[in-house]
Structure formats: C-alpha cells, structure tokens
C-alpha cells in the first residue's frame, strides 16, 4: 500500500486527478456532439414543417433592456433567453447591456449546446434539451 505523504502518493494522485480530467473532457465533447445533432435535426425540422424563423433579440444581464442582433432563427423556451439560429448554431441570449448595446445591436457569440439546460441551477429547474426543442416544434 502507497503512503499518503511519499513521492509515490503525489505521484499517483497525480495519475488519478489527470485520468478524471481527462475522462471529464471527453464526457463533455460528446455531450456537446450528441446536442448538436439535436440542434441540426431541430432546424431541419423546424423548415420541413414550415416554421417561420424570427429575427431574435437579446437581454441585457439584468433583464431591463432588449437589443437588436443580426440574428434569424427560432427561439426555443418560453423567456426567449435561448435560441438556436439558421445556421444550426445555439445562442444563449444574454449580453451585456448599455449605450453601444442600444445604438447598434449585439452579435451573441454561438455556444455549444448542453444536453440539459438548467442543470445545475439553484432554481432546480432543468429540462433536456431533447424536450425543449420537440415542444418548440409543437407550437
């Protein structure tokens, strides 16, 4: 048995905090594939139905102000905070606000989808992004 305060320990650990990492990366990119396969099918079903895309806005951190963007797509929950554009990408769509914000607009930048959105959220609300998206084409 390795002792808790040799070389050997240190080392191991190590070994031991590398392989989670590196497993939790891996978690994490195909989580981020297996979404952005929803996000494709969503858009291609959301022309095959015929739902019209919008142009989207987004919402200053504190909720007070709404901004242009260059954006077309749909959004996908009911506070309109997220949405996924034409392009297949999926936006959260909260920005910092201000001045420059109002005169010209933002440009969300994309972000990977999660698989659920809201998980780990002190409001304890979450729901799969899979259920979000099949809603969003059933209105």
């Known amino acids: 048995m390795v002792g808790n305060d040799g070389p050997e320990w240190r080392t191991a650990r190590q070994r031991a905090v590398q392989a989670h990492a590196a497993a939790a990366q891996q978690q994490r990119v195909a989580e981020q594939a297996e979404a952005a396969e929803l996000v494709a099918w969503f858009v291609a079903e959301a022309r095959r139905r015929g739902l019209p895309p ?62 659920v ?16 998206l099949a809603r969003r084409l059933s209105t």
């Open 54 to 115: 919008e142009r989207l806005t987004a919402r200053s951190y504190d909720g007070r102000g709404r901004y242009r963007t260059r954006l077309l797509g749909w959004y996908v929950d009911q506070a309109r905070s997220r949405a996924v554009d034409v392009d297949g990408r999926f936006h959260l769509l909260t920005v910092p606000g201000g001045l420059r914000a109002r005169l010209f607009g933002v440009d969300p930048e994309p972000s990977p989808a999660p698989l």
């Open 117 to 132: 959105l809201g998980a780990g959220g002190r409001d304890g609300e979450s729901m799969p992004l899979r259920t979000l």
